[in-house]
């Protein structure tokens, strides 16, 4: 190799090298600019969603919040307090769909029982699993020009578990699977991995309900 080949890669190494660093330099400005609006619009959406499974409360839940280990998993138990006691509870987990990771924020009476299931994440096939997992007001003719209804929207494979508490030894699954749990056909995977986080968060509440109620409830409250 000649002197003037060894001296084109020298110079060709120190501008790969120098453009890396700047382009890592670029990519740390540009993360930390985005970090505080991602992190916002997130804590909106979680609020959102927690508004509409929760009952009306004064405090912020998704900043009182318990992880409990379940399943080789984390779930996440946020508290929703209303003057000066714990009259909910959300719970978050996640778990592998068929094409993906599939999280759920699931709203349960203090007690235990479910009061509503929200997907608020997943990548399923669109007009399959996606329908097992999204919540739509339905538009037709007769309402085309109305106001859209306050509350939650409906999913009939969801709403299934609107009222369920976990018994100790009892799995929930799919009537495919033995259960009692209709599922979606064509989108049964869909629907076991939706039944079976919803068992697991309900399950892990029932073991950990002491612990739970005492990390989250107000100094004094729901003694």
Excluded: H
């Excluded at 929207?153 to 699977?177: E, H, I, M, R, Y």
């Amino acid at each position: 190799m000649s002197l003037k080949n060894s001296e084109n890669f020298i110079v060709l190494g120190l501008f790969l090298a120098v453009l890396g660093l700047i382009s890592a330099v670029l990519l740390a400005v540009f993360s930390d600019i985005v970090r505080e609006p991602i992190a916002a619009a997130e804590l909106r959406n979680t609020n959102k969603a927690l508004e509409q499974i929760l009952p009306p409360f004064d405090n912020q839940p998704s900043q009182d919040k318990v992880e409990i280990e379940a399943g080789g998993s984390a779930i996440t138990f946020m508290g929703a307090v209303k003057d000066g006691r714990l009259v909910a509870l959300a719970a978050r987990g996640e778990r592998k769909g068929y094409a993906g990771p599939v999280q759920a924020l699931v709203g349960l009476d203090v007690d235990g029982k479910i009061r509503a299931v929200l997907i608020t994440k997943q990548n399923e096939t669109p007009g399959l699993g996606a329908n097992v997992c999204e919540r739509k007001f339905k538009k037709t003719i007769f309402n085309l020009f109305q106001k859209r209804p306050e509350g939650i929207a409906p999913n009939a494979f969801l709403d299934q578990f609107d009222g369920k508490s976990a018994a100790k030894g009892v799995t929930w699954k799919v009537k495919k699977d033995g259960g009692d749990i209709d599922y979606v056909t064509g989108a049964t995977v869909t629907s076991r991995t939706i039944t079976a986080l919803t068992d697991e968060i309900a399950q892990c509440y029932l073991a950990n309900r002491e612990e739970i109620i005492r990390k989250l409830a107000p100094s004094g409250g729901n003694k």
